[in-house]
């Protein structure tokens, strides 16, 4: 069914004149010598204009084939649920019947989807006129809607009442019913892989005891969504020849069984890769046979993601050469377990970028995405630079689907449309741990990573427990400068009662701003410059430090920090694979009632997965020393405890006064053992058990009959960690190993969101 915009589109696309003469009962359109008069009667809401708009041919001589035409051509809108065509002399007499034009649409029964998202829906499919076609169009969309969230027995039925005017009001009648369920999932034919592992691949689940929070409902399109899911996987193993279908039971009460049958075929080896250079230029075969001269593919496993390695090595190559313009044509050979790759490089005709068109972001704002692209209007395009395109976009973390496509328009132009699909980037957190020198620590916070669109973030964190309260206000725009560099403004306030380990109080305003950046591979940089007011209060002056009672009271200073970072974490929250290090530099000014510091710190932490097991390793180490002499607070010095030292509570672990006041070190070296076993596999939220061992001390430059307690710590335990869908998860039970009797214990954490990796 053509609109009004479609026709007329049309028109102007075939570059089509059609001057009109209008009177009140008929028009006349002239043609070769001739003039032929149309009639046009039974009209009530559609245009003349629009109806001769369909007729895209001027006849030459009027027959009865013309006619016919006509007829189809009027029958092809859509508009008109009878036509009659009479031929009179030199006029066409064309008598229509109308379908109902939908003047208003109401919705009952419908609980899961509001008015408003169906009247959207409706919108969206123009859905105006009232006919069968229109109707059969508009109530399987519903359907597949409803389907996506399990509603695979919902009931729809429609009614109208018709004016004079011929204007429809359509009643929609919604009976869901009851969301359909998936009872189990099983795997035929598979020899090779196990169907647990298999599980994990698919996003159709099965709700269990151990999978109390799983989605198990039945949606066919995610079914036949987990088949490319599980091909792909296959495929990246090696399985080239992987067949898969699946069948589905109804079981009871609204429960189906799936089944996928696998035909798993062999893995197939890489042996060879060739090449085939087209462009006439010699300097490709040089660097290619430069870069390749050792097959050093040769017996890797053949897979899509080694083939798309090569495929970029190639294009990065070719880059270099000094062509712009060429495609690489990708063949593959498969015999007896062997796959040979031959690429074929050929050089191609200029193409420019003509539109870039973006939708679906109904929320974020064009220019964030644009600004991710390193190509733009009038730009040279190249194919292969899609796949990087799309990246860039999905790190933004705004978008739960991002995918791109070119559309040529002529030899040498493309558009590119960039096709979205929005995520909730608000999100709530919430943690809880309990210890013996804090008591319960409860956190919250509310962050919002794209306020208005903007890709500017905005976070609000409170801290609370018995001892410490903590409030900050955080924003970050994350494309500073129009540079791919965050900038941070924040405000935070503290309030810390460290009465119970150094006699003192102590409240905090902290004004900052931020810079980080990335500026290498996997390497960052961050800087940031803070103003702070201290308020000290001492709580116990029979068991004070000197250094607090010499400076309490308030007093302000700036603060610098800097910090390079290298990461190749899988995830910052669960990590399972990668590396991390850190060095972090802070510089405290002199005030005049304190003298200033430097800290220095480095943390490294590896991560490695061995069959659903990981095992990891973290340590660090720092050194801080006074800009005038030793006298620097016990809360910018080291302590060991909590994280870093599980089985001891937050400064439960360093030098003390007399061995009730504890004063912090200027030294410090912690290492911490972890390896957490598969427990249960729990689909996408799996279950480990983890042992663990941790050492650590904390020590000063100088000693001192006042500083005591400069000795190893060393601690063991174990825990459960997992991830649900409102963040990881910790259970930490710590036992110290050696301590002394004045040691502050925590022997048991717990926590959401921030777990001890």
């Not at 990246?236 to 075929?265: R, T």
């Not at 798309?308 to 060429?326: A, R, Y």
């Not at 000014?589 to 590896?606: A, C």
Request: hydrophobic fraction near 35%; aromatic fraction near 14%.
């Amino acid at each position: 069914m053509r609109t009004l915009n479609n026709i007329l589109r049309s028109i102007l696309n075939k570059k089509i004149i059609v001057i009109f003469f209008l009177s009140l009962f008929s028009i006349t359109i002239h043609a070769t010598e001739n003039s032929y008069e149309f009639e046009i009667y039974g009209n009530q809401n559609t245009d003349k204009e629009v109806i001769l708009s369909i007729i895209d041919e001027i006849p030459d001589n009027i027959s009865d084939d013309y006619s016919n035409y006509l007829l189809t051509q009027l029958n092809k809108s859509g508009l008109f649920k009878d036509i009659k065509i009479k031929i009179e002399d030199n006029k066409f007499l064309i008598d229509v019947v109308e379908f109902p034009v939908i003047q208003k649409i109401y919705f009952e029964g419908n609980n899961r989807l509001k008015d408003e998202e169906l009247s959207q829906i409706a919108k969206e499919l123009n859905f105006k006129i009232f006919n069968d076609d229109n109707i059969k169009i508009f109530i399987n969309e519903l359907k597949n809607i409803y389907s996506s969230f399990g509603y695979n027995d919902v009931k729809i039925s429609l009614n109208k009442n018709i004016s004079n005017q011929n204007l429809a009001t359509v009643y929609i009648d919604i009976i869901e019913n009851k969301i359909t369920k998936i009872k189990s999932i099983k795997f035929r034919g598979n020899a090779i892989i196990v169907s647990e592992d298999l599980n994990e691949v698919i996003k159709s689940k099965v709700k269990t005891l151990t999978n109390l929070f799983a989605n198990n409902n039945f949606k066919p399109l995610q079914v036949d969504t987990d088949k490319q899911r599980l091909k792909r996987f296959y495929k990246e193993k090696g399985y080239a020849d992987i067949e898969i279908n699946y069948e589905i039971e109804f079981f009871d009460n609204n429960f189906f069984v799936i089944f996928f049958n696998i035909n798993e075929g062999i893995s197939y080896k890489l042996q060879y890769v060739t090449f085939s250079n087209n462009t006439k230029n010699e300097n490709i075969d040089i660097l290619l046979n430069d870069y390749f001269i050792i097959n050093k593919y040769q017996n890797n496993i053949y897979n899509t993601s080694i083939a798309e390695s090569i495929e970029k090595e190639i294009s990065n190559l070719i880059k270099t050469s000094g062509i712009k313009f060429f495609e690489i044509n990708k063949r593959v050979k498969l015999t007896e377990g062997n796959a040979d790759l031959l690429f074929e490089i050929n050089a191609t005709d200029p193409i420019y970028v003509n539109n870039i068109n973006i939708n679906g972001n109904t929320r974020t704002l064009d220019y964030v995405i644009r600004r991710e692209l390193e190509i733009t209007e009038g730009d040279a395009f190249l194919t292969s630079e899609l796949k990087n395109m799309t990246k860039k976009i999905q790190s933004l973390g705004f978008f739960e689907e991002v995918y791109i496509e070119k559309k040529s328009i002529n030899d040498d132009l493309v558009d590119i449309d960039i096709n979205i699909k929005e995520n909730q980037t608000g999100t709530f957190t919430a943690g809880a741990s309990f210890g013996t020198l804090d008591g319960v620590t409860l956190v919250t916070g509310l962050n919002e990573s794209n306020i208005g669109g903007t890709g500017r973030s905005l976070e609000l964190m409170i801290n609370n427990s018995e001892n410490n309260n903590e409030y900050t206000f955080k924003t970050t725009d994350k494309f500073f400068l129009n540079r791919d560099m965050d900038l941070s403004l924040g405000l935070t306030y503290k309030e810390r009662d460290y009465s119970k380990s150094s006699s003192y109080e102590l409240d905090k305003y902290q004004f900052y701003t931020g810079l980080s950046y990335k500026f290498a591979n996997n390497l960052y940089h961050s800087v940031s410059l803070s103003y702070e007011l201290d308020d000290i209060l001492v709580t116990d002056p029979s068991t004070v430090s000197s250094t607090i009672k010499n400076v309490q009271g308030g007093s302000a200073k700036f603060v610098l920090e800097n910090g390079i970072s290298y990461s190749t974490l899988n995830s910052f929250l669960f990590p399972r694979n990668g590396n991390f290090i850190k060095f972090s530099n802070t510089i405290e000014s002199p005030s005049s009632s304190k003298n200033g510091y430097v800290k220095n710190t480095i943390t490294f932490k590896t991560f490695k997965e061995f069959s659903k097991d990981i095992a990891s390793f973290q340590a660090m180490a720092g050194n801080i020393f006074s800009l005038r002499n030793t006298d620097i607070l016990p809360n910018n010095k080291y302590s060991l405890g909590g994280r870093w030292l599980r089985g001891f509570d937050n400064f439960g672990v360093g030098p003390r006064n007399s061995r009730t006041s504890y004063v912090g070190g200027n030294n410090i070296l912690a290492t911490k053992i972890d390896y957490s076993k598969l427990l249960l596999k729990n689909d996408d939220n799996p279950i480990y058990f983890n042992i663990f061992n941790d050492i650590g001390i904390v020590w000063n430059n100088k000693t001192s009959p006042t500083y005591m307690d400069e000795k190893v710590r060393s601690s063991a335990g174990f825990g459960l960690k997992f991830y649900s869908f409102i963040g990881p998860i910790a259970f930490t039970w710590g036992f110290p190993i050696e301590d002394e009797s004045y040691d502050i214990k925590r022997m048991f954490t717990f926590s959401i969101g921030n777990i001890n990796w």
